[in-house]
């Protein structure tokens, strides 16, 4: 999903300044081929490896950025094609386990999955 501050109306901007992560990242080509297809300015504003760093960067009202549904962080607002936003592809979350895991590898996941079937908390 696009993502953006709470409290500043980024998505507005012209171009738009997004915020990514490095190539090779599937988000990234996505974001970037959605807009280019929906022809959208856009500029790429920040790149980091660092989830926390990329949301923080959207959440002071910099860029707008694309983040998993399931794990929607509550500090950003869900931005849709009400805000000018291009769809992106749906993607899912697979985990694979081992056979032969331990313990305790095993019930991280477990809490991995149940985490994961969580509805995300949408930010107010």
């Not at 790149?47 to 960067?57: G, M, Q, R």
């Not at 009400?82 to 386990?97: C, Q, S, T, V």
Request: charged share 20%; aromatic share 6%; proline share 9%.
């Amino acid at each position: 999903m696009w993502a953006a501050s709470a409290s500043h109306r980024v998505e507005e901007l012209d171009p738009l300044p997004v915020a990514l992560y490095p190539q090779g990242c599937l988000f990234r080509s996505w974001a970037m081929q959605a807009l280019d297809e929906a022809s959208r300015p856009w500029r790429l504003a920040f790149v980091s490896h660092s989830l926390s760093a990329v949301e923080a960067i959207a959440a002071q009202g910099l860029a707008v950025t694309v983040v998993k549904s399931g794990t929607f962080p509550p500090a950003l607002r869900r931005l849709t094609a009400r805000d000018g936003m291009p769809p992106l592809p749906r993607a899912e979350i697979r985990l694979h386990r081992a056979p032969n895991l331990s313990r305790a590898a095993s019930l991280l996941a477990d809490h991995l999955v149940a985490a994961l079937r969580q509805p995300a908390k949408r930010a107010s």
